[in-house]
């Protein structure tokens, strides 16, 4: 077994548990996969703002909806607005005093 080479403490980035910097997440993203499985969604940010989430595939599953969305068309038609008067005056320029 090889030895396991850490970075000093200096150099290692300490953060909530949860967040990861870019560069951090890149480089240990073996384990950003792991804690996400294990401990529930990692944020990603990108030059302090956040920028993406990590989840587990069963987390994601969980919180997309089961049915398929049903088409825009379809939906406004099922509607049944057949009676409602869409029909719009005419407008003709307002009187504006100078």
């Known amino acids: 077994m090889g030895k396991q080479t850490q970075l000093p403490a200096t150099k290692r980035r300490v953060s909530p548990a949860g967040r990861w910097e870019l560069e951090d997440a890149k480089a240990r993203f073996s384990e950003v996969v792991r804690q996400a499985r294990e401990d529930g969604p990692q944020r990603v940010s990108v030059r302090g703002h956040d920028s ?47």
């Open 52 to 98: 993406v989430v990590i989840m587990s595939v069963e987390e994601f599953e969980r919180l997309t909806p089961a049915v398929p969305r049903v088409p825009f068309v379809q939906f406004i038609e099922d509607l049944h607005l057949g009676g409602l008067d869409l029909e719009r005056e005419a407008d003709h320029d307002r009187d504006v005093e100078f």
